[in-house]
């Protein structure tokens, strides 16, 4: 079947516009992360839905934020950007129940670049 | 808080030779780990995962991994490997109750034909 699919994969911003990333996860799987990848921070938590809510969020500023749907497709939203959010947005799936054997899978990732 | 360390940034290992990259972790309870590899401006693909069992672990392409809970650690080994297996690894602990990943900083692995 299809894996975690994101859209779209390359981007250029510039300082102060707004950003919008989707994510489509792998069918069956209601839970949706999103992950920020840098070469100075690694690979870090932003957050986490469930049900169309939001279960975990990461040490993120507000700027930052998601919803996820009823086909629980997810987006991510980035306002006001900066020079340093650049980065390689990650979308991972999984079946979202709370047994830990569930493997969470990821999508190629969205490359966001601001000028 | 759960944490992993990879203490190698790089790892440099001849086609043919075994490979180590290694990987230790820091959570209380117990802990479910899981390695990732990520190619060349490519997503994270999923090798293997510890749970509970035993603790040699197989996973996807010859790849194998040790728990050893006395040592903290999950060492993800090779046998034999290949010059296709050069790639940032990741070793990974999983939030309890949670579907949310801490990683470690990664291992670029290169493997020298």
């Known amino acids: 079947k299809a894996g975690v699919t994101q859209t779209p994969r390359y981007l250029i911003k510039t300082r102060g516009q707004q950003v919008t990333l989707s994510c489509s996860p792998i069918s069956g799987h209601r839970s949706v992360s999103w992950y920020q990848q840098t ?27 998601g919803r996820q749907f009823s ?29 830990p054997r569930n493997t969470i899978y990821f999508g190629e990732g969205s490359w966001l670049t601001v000028v | 808080a759960q944490s992993v360390a990879q203490p190698e940034d790089q790892v440099n290992v001849a086609e043919g030779n075994p490979l180590t990259v290694k990987c230790t972790y820091s959570v209380s309870g117990n802990p479910y780990l899981f390695w990732y ?31 050893n809970k006395s040592q903290t650690s999950f060492h993800l ?12 690894y990741f ?14 900083q990664g291992t670029r692995l290169t493997i020298n034909p």
């Open chain 1, 71 to 99: 086909n629980s497709r997810s987006e991510m939203n980035v306002s006001t950007l900066e020079l340093g959010d650049s980065a390689l947005y990650l979308c991972a799936s999984s079946l979202g129940t709370q047994v």
């Open chain 2, 37 to 67: 590899v990520q190619y060349p401006n490519r997503g994270l693909q999923f090798l293997l995962k510890y749970i509970t069992g035993d603790n040699l672990v197989k996973g996807s392409y010859g790849f194998e991994a040790e728990f």
């Open chain 1, 39 to 65: 070469p100075g921070q690694g690979l870090q938590f932003l957050f986490e839905y469930f049900s169309e809510t939001q279960r975990n969020k990461g040490n993120f500023p507000g700027r930052f934020s």
């Open chain 2, 91 to 104: 070793c990974a602990v999983r939030d309890r109750g949670a579907q949310k990943l801490v990683f470690g």
């Open chain 2, 77 to 88: 080994k090779k046998p034999s490997a290949l010059v296709s297996d050069s790639a940032l």
